[in-house]
């Protein structure tokens, strides 16, 4: 990695975050980093954008009050150097699966960069979850040490050797540090999705299924996938693509040719 090497940090959690910190204090040892990053808790926020923001300065850059995709493009457009990647993170809980990549803040923090033809990271950090409310969690400094090694790894990397000219960005999700550094897995999100809802009275609670059965034996997901990986102690790095792009339909092709919109039969 280059000193010369642009880099806007941003994340979902807030700029006070621990994750947030361990990522501009390892990328910054090797390139120049400009945070703009939420005020506050912005996560599960998609890709919402607002019309107008405040900005206030901070020690690492700029506190935005708005959203992940506000920051990216006040960031790129207005605040900082136009940089070389986006890095999103790190994210306290993984985000993994098909399902959250228009849910995560993270991730569509990455997005937002595509659209501007910027080559993004987005690293979240995989806490496995027991009894205990997922808030009251602890984690540390030390804790995002896996995701500060693979990050710096593929900024360091990633733009030379030609990966962003087949992927939009890269979903990055690591395990807890375990010792010796986790092996690096090249993986596809996972298909599973198991939400469901329940009401009581005036109230309707939804539930995310997914996460009930973590346990490496019993885990539905096949191999490949980002949330065996990931369980299974490996880093999983998932190359997507943004826009996202379809197909040619016949079918559809039908329906418009037989079209008529003044009537119906």
Not at 50 to 66: F, I, Q, R, T, W
Not at 87 to 97: D, E, F, M, P, S
Not at 153 to 169: I, K, M, Q, S, T
Request: one cysteine or more; charged letters at 25%.
């Amino acid at each position: 990695m280059t000193d010369d090497l642009e880099i806007l940090l941003t994340n979902d959690d807030g700029i006070n975050s621990t994750g947030i910190r361990a990522l501009y204090d390892a990328l910054s040892e090797h390139a120049n980093v400009t945070v703009v990053a939420p005020a506050g808790d912005q996560s599960a926020c998609g890709r919402s954008i607002s019309h107008e923001v405040e900005v206030d300065d901070h020690e690492l850059g700029y506190a935005v009050h708005g959203t992940p995709a506000d920051c990216v493009v006040a960031g790129l457009a207005e605040l900082g150097p136009f940089p070389d990647l986006v890095v999103a993170g790190c994210n306290k809980g993984a985000n993994l699966g098909e399902y959250v990549l228009g849910r995560s803040g993270t991730i569509s923090a990455a997005v937002e960069a595509a659209f501007f033809d910027v080559p993004a990271i987005a690293t979240s950090l995989y806490v496995p979850v027991d009894d205990t409310p997922f808030e009251d969690v602890e984690i540390t400094a030390d804790d995002y040490a896996e995701a500060t090694r693979i990050t710096t790894y593929l900024a360091d990397r990633a733009l030379e050797a030609g990966v962003f000219e087949h992927a939009a960005y890269l979903n990055v999700n690591v395990p807890l540090p375990d010792g010796e550094p986790a092996p690096l897995e090249i993986t596809r999100p996972s298909k599973r999705y198991e939400m469901d809802a329940e009401r009581d009275g005036t109230h309707v609670t939804l539930h995310d299924r997914v996460w009930d059965d973590m346990t490496p034996d019993a885990l539905p997901d096949p191999p490949g996938t980002d949330r065996r990986a990931v369980v299974e102690g490996k880093v999983s790095v998932s190359p997507l693509t943004a826009p996202h792009s379809t197909n040619h339909h016949e079918a559809l092709d039908a329906l418009a040719d037989d079209y008529d919109g003044s009537r119906l039969e």
